[in-house]
């Protein structure tokens, strides 16, 4: 209630019956008032109070917040501005609302010239570099869509900058329009994605297409080809690279492939294909008509080309290549199938005596199918041990009694029946198998030898892939350790391929045998061509010269000079010598006068199985003929 009235109020309350007012009682009606309105003022006073102090602190809240949010900015700024992906945002005007430092330099952009509210268009006309077209990877759509459902799109934008970068760029349009940016270099992600393909699809020694390139090749060249077109895939190998390598090193031995890569390609020319299927193979692509002279004729030159000495420093190597050639179609249509047919006839390129090329043939083909079959059959012999081992005896020719046996391995196929060494050993070779038939060929001699009386040795052979694809020491000790076999009483042959494939390699390993007291003998003397420099490489037991030197000895005299220097030489180098093949009275005679050690041969005893040992051991001294006199040795 107003004052005015409140005290027109009271005046009346105090006026008297004759019409004046009672001064006293309005002054107690003004004093009744104002103590009554005593208790509500003190109220406004304290609530005042109450309001300045909550104003106060309010206002410290305020100040703190601000300067929290001027914390706050100024760290979103150094966020901002730190990160390594540019950011742009822009409005639904499509006009610039924030950006990052690293957005001005992905694009070279000036602070002026990402100003809040500069326009898309001004930006890509400063853009120094251009838009890519269908820059946005495929295999998107779906999450694309997904995108679109939750009301924004996804868009991918490539741009290509003038000094080479390439800058990827994620938009996100939101559902009003505006969208948010974020922007990267992928300059270096692109390119060792290229690399990484480059190098899926070439070989990094030599920079040709590898075997998954040249296959893809293959493919398109057989889907394109014409009715009248034909197509020749030649596949080469060199032969007997693995020597240069353990001979060389693996470092010369890269060098002198590229050098190798480089002269096939002068050769094949830029008009066919040449890819580098392996470590030592390559194969060569040629569309056209005309086969297979055009491909016989670049073969020779190929062949010439790589007859050329190759030089390593100082060092000559000489090299020469093996080919094999399938044609389509003639010999097939599939790409599968002209790959496996030149691979059939370079390994029958290869089997006739290498430094040649051979052109698939069906009969080819048979042979193959028989090899295939004969593989799968002597796996499964490994498995169930269909060997056994036949003992040839050692003759000595000074006591005149059987000194000791050779073991020889023979293969009882259930179906084929007897299986030449001839036939199965080269292929265990081949496809690994020898290294577990060596082994058990190992095991097995020696628990037979140590049946026998302990002055009879055992002599087994060893692959030179024993040397290089088992531990042969480990191998050679548990079989002796098996059997309670003295090391002194094994001899292991070995042929000169071993040194001369795994030098470095095989080296160590005989020299840890002969340690053992094991003795080491090098099997066909005088077949290979470096003999003589293998002999002085390693201090060996025993040389066995090859049945090939004993034809001839009783009949020819240069043979049996010959024969004479080898025997004369293994005396001089404190090697006995062993002659392998005799099978005459007439041999034995001669080879005894000569002072040859041991004989071996049919003219001794055939091999025979276990069980006929020691009948052979009982057999009676062999007697010598009479000595053709010189005179009538015969040329």
Known sequence: MKAESLFWQQCTQAVTDDGSIDAEHLMELVIATYRSH??????????????????????????????????????????????????????????????????????????????????????????????????????????????????????????????????????????????????????????????????????????????????????????????????????????????????????????????????????????????????????????????????????????????????????????????????????????????????????????????????????????????????????????NEEFELHYQPLYDLTQHRVCGFEALIRWNHPVRGRVSPMEFIPLAEEVGLVVDIGRWVLRRACNDAAQWPEDIKIAVNVSAIQFTSSDLPQDVGEALAAAGLSPSRLELEITESVLMENLDEALPILHALKERGIRISMDDFGTGYSSLSYLSSFPFDKIKIDKSFVNDIVDHKEAHAIMRAIILLGDALGMRVTVEGVESAEQMTLLEREACDEIQGYYISPPKPFGEVAQMLCMPPKKSDSVTPLAKIRR
């Not at 596949?235 to 693996?250: E, Q």
Request: aromatic letters at 4%; charged letters at 30%; a negative charge.
């Open 38 to 383: 005593e208790s509500d003022y003190e109220e406004i006073e304290r609530s005042a109070e109450a309001l300045l102090a909550e104003n106060r602190e309010l206002k410290n809240a305020f100040g703190l917040t601000t300067q929290a949010l001027a914390e706050q900015r100024k760290l979103f700024e150094i966020v901002l501005n730190n990160l390594p992906l540019g950011l742009s945002v822009f409005d639904a005007d499509q006009r610039l609302t924030l950006s990052n430092l690293r957005f001005c330099q992905l694009f070279g952009f000036s602070g002026d010239d990402v100003a809040p509210g500069a326009t898309i268009a001004d930006l890509k006309r400063k853009t120094r570099g251009s838009e890519q077209a269908d820059a946005r990877p495929r295999g998107r759509k779906e999450g694309q869509q997904a995108a679109s459902k939750a009301g924004r799109r996804i868009r991918r934008r490539e741009w290509l900058m003038d000094d080479g970068r390439i800058i990827q760029s994620v938009v996100t349009i939101l559902a009003d329009g505006s969208n948010i940016a974020i922007h990267a270099d992928v300059t270096e992600d692109r390119r060792a994605a290229e690399r990484i393909t480059y190098l899926a699809h070439h070989d990094p020694l030599t920079g040709l297409p590898n075997r998954i390139r040249f296959r893809e090749q293959l493919d398109a060249a057989l889907a394109e080809r014409g009715q009248d077109e034909q197509i020749a895939l030649v596949h080469l190998n060199l032969d007997r690279f693995k020597s240069i390598n353990n001979t060389l090193g693996v470092s010369a031995g890269d060098k002198i492939l590229q050098q190798v890569a480089e002269r096939i390609r002068a050769s094949a020319g830029s008009e066919n294909i040449l890819a580098r299927l392996g470590s030592d193979e390559f194969a060569i692509l040629q569309t056209g008509r005309q086969q297979p002279w055009n491909i016989t004729a670049l073969a020779d030159q190929i062949r010439r080309e790589l007859s050329e000495p190759f030089f390593r420093g100082d060092k000559q190597v000489e090299l020469s290549v093996s080919m094999g050639i399938s044609i389509a179609p003639e010999d097939a249509v599939e790409t599968d199938k002209l790959l496996r047919n030149a691979a059939v006839a370079l390994s029958h390129a290869k089997a006739d005596g290498r430094r040649r090329e051979r052109f698939f043939t069906g009969e080819m083909d048979e042979k193959m199918q028989a090899r295939h079959a004969l593989e799968a059959d002597l796996r499964a012999a490994v498995q």
